[in-house]
């Protein structure tokens, strides 16, 4: 067994604690805490990867980012509301029902899979490629969702402002 390997399944379980805890936990800031900690956890599967690029994405983008947003969401919303918010899982069977379908799913392509399959050579630096992609087509809507972003900012700042 690699080094690699036990990396990879210590960072499994983290990612998997972490979610289950996002899905079961009743107090909402938690909830987005155990969010990032699965956030950054995926960071570390696409390091694992040998992709460091999409690691400094997952981190900025998602661990940064929106959790960042939705910490002040529920800030605000709280601070609006005037009571602390509660999440109830109302529907965990369903839920789980569909989660062990998918997991299902998952291992049944897994273990169709072949055991060893061949690791492709990467002898050119995939960031390029990634950053024409992005910045390229999809200039404008990367462009779109900032400015909608500070909108959401703005928005939230006014209504967080106080009366006086």
Same mark, same amino acid.
């Given at each position: ?42 960071? /570390? ?5 040998? %992709? ?5 994405? %997952? ?10 947003i939705v910490v002040f969401a529920i800030m ?10 509660? %999440?109830?899982?109302?529907?965990? /069977? ?24 061949p690791h492709p050579s990467q002898s050119v ?21 900032? /400015? ?17």
């Amino acid at each position: 067994m690699t080094l690699e390997t036990v990396g990879f399944w210590v960072v499994a379980v983290v990612l998997l604690a972490s979610s289950l805890a996002v899905v079961l936990t009743p107090n909402l800031f938690h909830a987005v805490l155990y969010l990032a900690a699965a956030l950054v956890a995926t960071g /570390v599967v696409f390091l694992l990867l040998d %992709q460091p690029f999409l690691f400094a994405v %997952q981190l900025l983008l998602y661990a940064g980012g929106v959790v960042t947003i939705v910490v002040f969401a529920i800030m605000l919303t709280e601070r609006l509301v005037g009571e602390r918010l509660v %999440q109830t899982s109302r529907h965990l /069977v369903n839920g789980a029902i569909v989660a062990a379908a998918v997991f299902v799913g998952v291992a049944g392509f897994l273990i169709r899979a072949p055991l060893e399959a061949p690791h492709p050579s990467q002898s050119v630096d995939t960031t390029a490629a990634i950053g024409r992609a992005l910045f390229g087509p999809f200039a404008i809507t990367l462009e779109l969702l900032g /400015v909608l972003l500070v909108v959401a900012l703005l928005g939230a700042l006014y209504f967080a402002r106080s009366e006086e």
